[in-house]
């Protein structure tokens, strides 16, 4: 069986390969092989799956592949534990030095000092314990800890960190004919020259679990799920809004729990879209608007900034959405400014500027009009005579107060 590993490793990722060598061992095969492809990753969802490697029933062989690849980091370790690790050329493996994620700094004091030395040493004594158990090179194992070295695939084969050094899978599969496998105290021989080899690609369940996980989406998803939120509670029975913003902001809290959150940087986007919202009711003459862009900014910076590449928000998603959001607000601002200033269109003050038409004038400068659709009460000019045109000015009481506005073929002209 051959699966494919082509993301950071994260909790799918390793139900993905756990599930995998599951099935592999439920379904009689002799080998599962791991064609890998990744950044690095998780240390929780690292060990599960180092566990599961080292405990399978079959041989587990890495294949860090195809030419341009990367072990990175956990990949390496993950690597380190296969029972056969293989690679393509042009490939590398290493730099497996543990990073603190989730905000804070390293190193700023003695305790943050300490913390790290002690992650260090466990994450040195992990590595040097996983060579040792498959005969590969613990001084190698303890520098791409230490060190951050990373190494190139027919370096690695020299210093017997790895095993083979295959151009594709059927050259693999030829190299790994006839090796034998220790694991525990049953001895596997492989004969896979020719094997039928069975392909098992990541299911729909996995593949959406890995992309929700990825930072770029779970930060997409949560400037949805507030502006879902915030349409449904300004205007209550949408439903819609209310549904699609329950819904991501799930989703985002799931991605969440897979990435190294900064909680100050989900604080400034919370600040960013309040100050947006306040814009509407404060006449802050654009102030807010600026202080808000200036906040998501900063928030969609920091919220999952940490030295490892994978676990960053992509500034050609931060820009644009940034701006989408200030353009949308800005354009919101602009509407509920211009419905303000237009005059009413109902009640009393909708009549206001309105044209009507005199039904009967008397000599006393009072008579009816009709506006709207109604007969009205109107007092003006003295001179006024039915069929004239005139203009509403004023509205007082059940009273119109209109002057004049010409006859009703200079008005239609």
Not at 21 to 48: C, E, F, H, Q, S
Not at 211 to 234: H, K, Q, R, T
Not at 268 to 292: H, N, Q, R
Request: glycine letters at 10%; a neutral charge.
């Amino acid at each position: 069986m051959v699966i494919d590993v082509k993301d950071a490793i994260s909790p799918p990722i390793a139900s993905y390969i756990i599930e995998n060598i599951d099935d592999a061992i439920a379904t009689n095969k002799v080998a599962i092989i791991m064609r890998m492809d990744t950044p690095g990753g998780l240390d929780t969802a690292m060990r599960d799956i180092i566990q599961k490697v080292m405990n399978a029933k079959i041989p587990v062989i890495v294949y860090v592949a195809p030419k341009g690849a990367r072990a990175a980091s956990a990949g390496a370790l993950i690597t380190l534990a296969s029972d056969i690790a293989a690679m393509a050329p042009g490939t590398n493996i290493g730099a497996a030095h543990p990073v603190s994620v989730g905000g804070g700094g390293e190193g700023k004091d003695a305790k943050d000092s300490t913390m790290v030395q002690k992650v260090t040493n466990d994450a040195v004594a992990y590595a040097r314990s996983i060579a040792r158990e498959r005969g590969r090179s613990e001084q190698w194992a303890e520098d791409i800890v230490k060190k951050s070295i990373s190494t190139p695939s027919q370096e690695a084969l020299s210093m017997g960190v790895i095993d083979i050094v295959a151009q594709d899978m059927d050259d693999l599969l030829n190299q790994l004919d006839g090796r034998k496998v220790k694991k525990n105290a049953v001895t596997f021989e492989l004969h896979t020259k020719g094997a039928n080899v069975v392909e098992k690609p990541m299911g729909f369940r996995y593949r959406l679990l890995a992309a929700i996980s990825n930072p770029n989406v779970a930060y997409i998803l949560m400037l949805i799920g507030l502006a879902g939120i915030y349409f449904e509670l300004s205007s209550p029975g949408a439903v819609l809004p209310g549904v699609i913003g329950g819904i991501s902001l799930i989703l985002a809290f799931f991605a969440f729990q897979t990435l190294p959150v900064n909680y100050a940087g989900i604080a400034l986007i919370l600040l960013a879209v309040i100050m947006f919202i306040a814009e509407i009711k404060v006449p802050s003459y654009g102030l807010l608007t600026v202080g808000g862009i200036i906040s998501m900014v900063l928030g969609s910076v920091l919220l999952f900034r940490t030295p490892e590449l994978y676990a960053q928000v992509s500034y050609g998603v931060i820009i644009p959405v940034t701006l989408f959001f200030a353009a949308f607000f800005v354009t919101t601002l602009y509407l509920v400014v211009k419905v303000h200033r237009t005059p009413s269109k109902v009640g009393a003050e909708g009549l206001r500027g309105e044209t009507a038409e005199v039904y009967s004038w008397n000599t006393d400068g009072t008579g009816k009009v009709f506006c709207h659709g109604e007969y009205w009460n109107a007092k003006g000019p003295m001179t006024l005579t039915p069929g004239d045109h005139v203009e509403v000015v004023e509205v007082a009481g059940m009273d119109l107060i209109v002057k004049p506005r010409g006859t009703a073929e200079e008005t239609n002209r």
